[in-house]
C-alpha cells in the first residue's frame, strides 16, 4: 500500500501535507480502513504474534489516556456534529446541510445546490487541515470562514433568502475572534454585525470544541496505533 494514501497515521514518505504546492485540496483515500485489517500496513500482520507481549506493552497502558477508547477516523464535513452547540456556528453551519430539518422554531431551510457543495466541501477540508496540524491555527478557521462567505453570497445571487447563511457565519465570525476581515466586513455591509465575541475556551464555541476533541482524539489514536506497532 502507498504510504501517501495511509491518513492520520504516514500522510506522506516526506512528512507533507494533503495540499498541493499550489494549495490545492487533494482527495484522501479514506477506504482503506477496512475495520479488521487497517493495521496490517503498521506491522504486516504480525501484530500480537508470538506467546509473550513485548517488555513495552505496560509502559503503553499506563500512558494510555482518561476518555481514550476507540481509535477513530478524523475526516468528514460533519465530524463532530452531536458536539456542537444547535445556536453554535458549526451547529448552524450543520444544520443548513439537512434539508428539510426544521422545528417549530425554526422552520425548513434550503441551500442552493452549489451553496450546499461549497459548505460541505469547505467543512471537509477544516477537518482534514485540523487532523493534519493537530494544532490550532487560525489559518483553518480563516479559511473556512471565507468559503462560508463565497456559499452564502452564492445563495443571495440564486435567492432572496440567505438570511440563514448569513447567521451562521455571524457566529463563526464571533467565535474565530476575527480571523477573516473580509467576512466580517461583508457582514456589516449587510446588516449582521457580528458585535459579540465567543471566547474560543468557552462550551458554547464549536470551533474551540472541535479543535479540542479533534486533538484528543488524533493523541488517543497515536496511542491505539503504537500499541499495535508494538505488537502488544
Same mark, same amino acid.
Given at each position: ?33 477496512? %475495520? ?76 442552493? %445546490? ?31 470562514? %471565507? ?86
Amino acid at each position: 500500500m502507498d504510504p501517501e494514501t495511509i491518513y492520520g497515521w504516514r500522510l506522506s514518505t516526506d512528512g507533507t501535507s494533503p495540499y498541493d504546492a499550489a494549495g490545492g485540496y487533494v482527495s484522501i483515500d479514506h477506504s482503506i480502513y477496512d %475495520d479488521d485489517h487497517w493495521w496490517d500496513e503498521g506491522c504486516g500482520g504480525a501484530c500480537g504474534g508470538g506467546d509473550e507481549e513485548p517488555a513495552i506493552c505496560p509502559v503503553l497502558r499506563m500512558e494510555k489516556s482518561d476518555g481514550c477508547d476507540d481509535y477513530q477516523h478524523l475526516f468528514g464535513a460533519e465530524w463532530g456534529r452531536s458536539m456542537f452547540p444547535s445556536n453554535s456556528g458549526l451547529g448552524m453551519l450543520l444544520n443548513l446541510l439537512n434539508p428539510g430539518a426544521g422545528t417549530l422554531f425554526s422552520p425548513p431551510y434550503n441551500l442552493q %445546490d452549489r451553496p450546499w457543495n461549497m459548505i460541505h466541501d469547505a467543512l471537509y477540508r477544516h477537518t482534514d487541515r485540523i487532523a493534519v496540524t493537530t494544532t490550532f491555527s487560525s489559518d483553518a478557521s480563516g479559511e473556512l470562514i %471565507d468559503r462560508v462567505l463565497e456559499s452564502c453570497d452564492r445563495q443571495a445571487q440564486l435567492t432572496s433568502d440567505a438570511a440563514a447563511c448569513y447567521g451562521a457565519l455571524r457566529v463563526l465570525v464571533s467565535e474565530s475572534n476575527g480571523t477573516s476581515d473580509a467576512a466580517r466586513t461583508r457582514l456589516q455591509n449587510i446588516g449582521f454585525f457580528p458585535d459579540f465575541v465567543v471566547n474560543f475556551v468557552a462550551p458554547e464555541n464549536s470551533l474551540g470544541i472541535k479543535y479540542r476533541t479533534m486533538n484528543t482524539q488524533a493523541k488517543c489514536n497515536t496511542w491505539h496505533q503504537r500499541m499495535v506497532s508494538d505488537g502488544c
